[in-house]
């Protein structure tokens, strides 16, 4: 039977009251009404012997109550329907170090540092097995550091736009935002730097890139890749897909990657159609099926 003799009282002031129910009565979290409920239930000795009926539609049990109203004795009122909310994190001698970090010099190639930069440098030096880039971003505002977006000097932007109007690697027809991104990571111009980066320093130079990446074979790479797809199909096939053709292309080394985009290009300009590429075994086996059910 839930009470209000108990070792931890509820006894709230008319002011408190008040409080409780402006909260009940305001737009908010469910589960912060219901303990204002519950405490201005377990207040009122006329109501403890409801608070059992209440159980039910506030989704709570007399164990949540036992707490609720401890928390309320011990804590006060504020503790008893917020909670008490965890410091967010590193505190001490890993805080001291991330902010130390951080005050350093930033990489070469960058103007300061970034949560993203932070991260990974407190891996590789061990001050902490893993951290997320809110984390460093809220340790850092406590020392009142921003981190900012991290651009590239004006050396970096300079190498990136040769780069773009560099000869693009072999096996490509052009420039690629992606190719690009991770070949001015390669060359150590940038630790690293997002796509929309590279978009804007390309924008001041009137440089645009296209979005999808073209491959460009010799002769005698596209003629073993249509020989191929001309080939009798994998056993269980009733023909050749773009998937199979990429992996065997790959498996024979033909070429070191290639995408099934690509492959598609590539077989478009022969006329011919990988199709669907159905499993001959899955066919022939519903066919022996039906010709069993006729006879």
């Given at each position: 039977m839930i009470t209000n003799k108990s070792a931890y009282p509820v006894k709230l002031t008319p002011e408190e009251r008040r409080y409780l129910w402006r909260i009940i009565r305001s737009g908010g979290n469910v589960q912060k009404k219901n303990r204002c409920r519950i405490l201005l239930a377990l207040s009122d000795a006329k109501r403890t012997a409801s608070v059992r009926?209440?159980?039910?539609?506030?989704?709570?049990?007399?164990?949540?109550?036992?707490?609720l109203r401890r928390k309320f004795f011990e804590k006060g009122l504020a503790v008893a329907i917020n909670g008490l909310r965890k410091p967010r994190?590193?505190?001490?001698?890993?805080?001291?170090?991330?902010?130390?970090?951080?005050?350093?010099p930033a990489p070469e190639g960058r103007k300061r540092w970034t949560s993203a930069l932070l991260v990974r440098r407190i891996v590789e030096l061990k001050i902490a097995e893993t951290?997320?880039?809110?984390?460093?971003?809220?340790?850092?505002?406590?020392a009142n550091i921003n981190?900012?977006?991290?651009?590239?000097?004006?050396?970096?932007?300079?190498e990136i736009v040769a780069l773009a109007r560099s000869a693009p690697p072999q096996g490509y027809e052009r420039w690629n935002v992606n190719l690009l991104?991770?070949?001015?990571?390669?060359?150590?111009?940038?630790?690293?730097?997002?796509?929309?980066?590279?978009?804007k320093i390309l924008k001041k130079e009137n440089l645009t890139l296209p979005r999808g990446v073209v491959r460009k074979f010799d002769s005698e790479t596209v003629a073993k890749i249509i020989a191929l797809a001309r080939s009798a199909p994998p056993q269980g096939y009733e023909r050749w897909t773009s998937e199979l053709l990429a992996r065997r292309i790959v498996?024979?080394?033909i070429a070191e990657t290639i995408s099934k985009g690509t492959v598609r290009n590539v077989l478009k300009r022969a006329n011919i159609n990988t199709g669907r590429g159905k499993r001959a075994k899955i066919k022939a086996r519903n066919q022996a099926r039906l010709n069993g059910e006729i006879d």
């Open positions: 009926q209440m159980l039910p539609v506030l989704q709570t049990s007399e164990a949540r109550i036992s707490r994190g590193f505190t001490g001698p890993v805080a001291d170090k991330i902010v130390a970090l951080a005050r350093t951290i997320s880039e809110e984390t460093v971003r809220t340790v850092l505002k406590r981190t900012g977006w991290g651009r590239c000097t004006g050396k970096s932007e300079a991104v991770r070949r001015i990571v390669e060359l150590k111009i940038a630790p690293c730097i997002s796509r929309q980066s590279v978009l498996e024979l080394k």
